[in-house]
């Protein structure tokens, strides 16, 4: 689903985050060493080639809540943004914590001019946040933060199942009116 909202595109899909090709920047739901692993953080480090580690290698360890840009290489598109979500639970508070993850990239991707953005549901596979609860600080923390920001001008959602996707078509439904 897509939603035309203030002047901005939002949209979900169901997809892999390494195969979106109409986006400038891709966010990675990385580990703190930076280098490949399951999920999305193998999705995009595999596409993407080794090149990627090597540019990710100076930048770690990440803390809980911090993000980095670097080139994309194999990826079609033009950055990845690797940020390192909280382990539920462990890393705390973990809401502020993944508002910090989105809040960030979507920072960064407007100081570098990058016009279009898409995130994973961060922190909602190995490292254990439940998506119910993700989804309650994700969308709320990127619509209240891209008000602020003039480049940025489409987000889009890539979750990977079909109940995750209609969570999140839900929730932007709520917030935001039908498509
Ligand atoms: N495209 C889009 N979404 C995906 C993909 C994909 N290719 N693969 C999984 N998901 P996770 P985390 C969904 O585990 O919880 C890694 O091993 C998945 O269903 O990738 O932040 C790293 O190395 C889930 O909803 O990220 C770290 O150690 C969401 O993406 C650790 O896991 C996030 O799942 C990071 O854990």
């Known amino acids: ?24 920047v891709v966010v990675n739901a990385a580990n703190a060493e930076l280098v490949t692993g399951g999920g999305v953080a193998g999705a995009l ?5 080794p090149e990627l580690a090597e540019a990710c290698a100076p930048h770690a ?20 943004i690797h940020c390192l979500g909280p382990i539920y639970g462990l890393n705390n508070p973990s809401d502020e914590l993944l508002a910090k993850c989105y809040r960030d990239s979507l920072r960064l ?22 998506q119910h609860e993700a989804i309650k600080v994700a969308i709320p923390t990127v619509l209240g933060e891209l008000e ?13 199942g079909s109940r995750d996707l209609g969570d999140y078509e839900d929730f932007l439904t709520d917030e935001l009116g039908s498509s």
């Open 45 to 49: 480090h595999r596409k993407a080639g």
């Open 61 to 80: 360890p990440l803390e809980p809540g911090e993000v980095v840009m670097t080139e994309a290489f194999g990826l079609p598109n033009k950055h990845v």
């Open 1 to 24: 689903m897509k939603w035309n909202w203030n002047g901005k595109i939002f949209d979900c899909i169901q997809d892999d985050i390494s195969a979106q090709s109409d986006i400038d």
């Open 109 to 130: 991707a407007e100081e570098k001019g990058l016009e279009s953005i898409a995130f994973p549901a961060i922190s909602t596979g190995t490292f254990g946040y439940p």
């Open 148 to 160: 602020n920001l003039n480049n940025l001008k489409h987000v889009r959602f890539v979750l990977f």
